[in-house]
């Protein structure tokens, strides 16, 4: 445990209203990722960031957005835009720009719309 | 599209059995290939990862072997105890656009007494 916090662990919100996901790391790497995780599909990308200032669209992205203003931060906003946003989303972050070192994973998010 | 296919979505096996998942991939320039561990409740954790210079890994009852040529890669573990049950992932760098950490869609694996 520590290193990557994400929060709140459990969040509600009501359709039509968008919602920010927070994300810090005190590790100290330039690599950050979100993650969306629902039953039977894995683990699909929405957005990743290889160092502060810049990131790229995963492979799920509409309906999200994200800033990179700080090396140690990467918060999440899930807009209105999207559709069925109840999920349990994770946060990670690696050493390497290029990723191919270990992610670590923050201990998750769990949105649910109501 | 660019992705990573994992199969079986379930296994279950006896105590003292060997489990075997194993993964495909689209992109040849693939180059780093990390397995992750994630139990119930609990978020991912990494329990073996394999570069592309290499053929095989072990560590301890875990081995991943890697197929550059066929783009397909395996981990195995041996002596499998009721602590193994868990949900495995496995993951390659997808590159073109960017380096992509993409993850496949998991196998439940379940260890029985």
């Known amino acids: 445990d520590g290193g990557i916090t994400q929060s709140p662990k459990y969040l509600f919100r009501k359709e039509g209203q968008n919602v920010t996901l927070s994300c810090e790391q005190n590790?100290?790497?330039?690599?950050m990722y979100w993650y969306r995780q629902d039953p039977g599909q894995g683990l699909r990308l929405i957005y990743y960031?290889?160092?502060?200032?810049?990131?790229q669209k995963g492979d799920i992205a509409e309906g999200y957005s994200v800033s990179r203003e700080k090396k140690e931060s990467f918060p999440l906003t899930v807009t209105s835009a999207q559709k069925n946003p109840t999920a349990f989303y994770l946060c990670?972050?690696?050493?390497?720009?290029?990723?191919?070192?270990?992610?670590?994973f923050g201990q998750g998010t769990r949105l649910t719309v109501v | 599209g660019e992705n990573v296919e994992q199969h079986p979505s379930t296994l279950s096996v006896q105590e003292g059995d060997s489990a075997v998942i194993k993964c495909t991939y689209s992109?040849?320039?693939?180059?780093?290939f990390p397995w992750y561990k994630q139990e119930l409740g609990k978020r991912p954790q990494l329990i073996i990862d394999?570069?592309?210079?290499?053929g095989e890994k072990k560590d301890q009852r875990i081995a991943v072997t890697l197929n550059k040529t066929a783009k397909h890669f395996s981990l195995h573990i041996t002596e499998t105890q009721p602590e193994d049950s868990a949900v495995y992932f496995c993951a390659a760098i997808i590159t073109g656009g960017g380096n992509k950490l993409t993850f496949g869609t998991g196998t439940q694996l379940k260890v029985e007494l």
């Open positions: 960031s290889q160092i502060v200032n810049d990131f």
């Open positions: 992109d040849s320039a693939s180059n780093y």
């Open positions: 990670a972050s690696s050493m390497s720009p290029g990723m191919d070192t270990e992610a670590f």
């Open positions: 394999i570069r592309s210079n290499v």
């Open positions: 590790l100290n790497h330039d690599a």
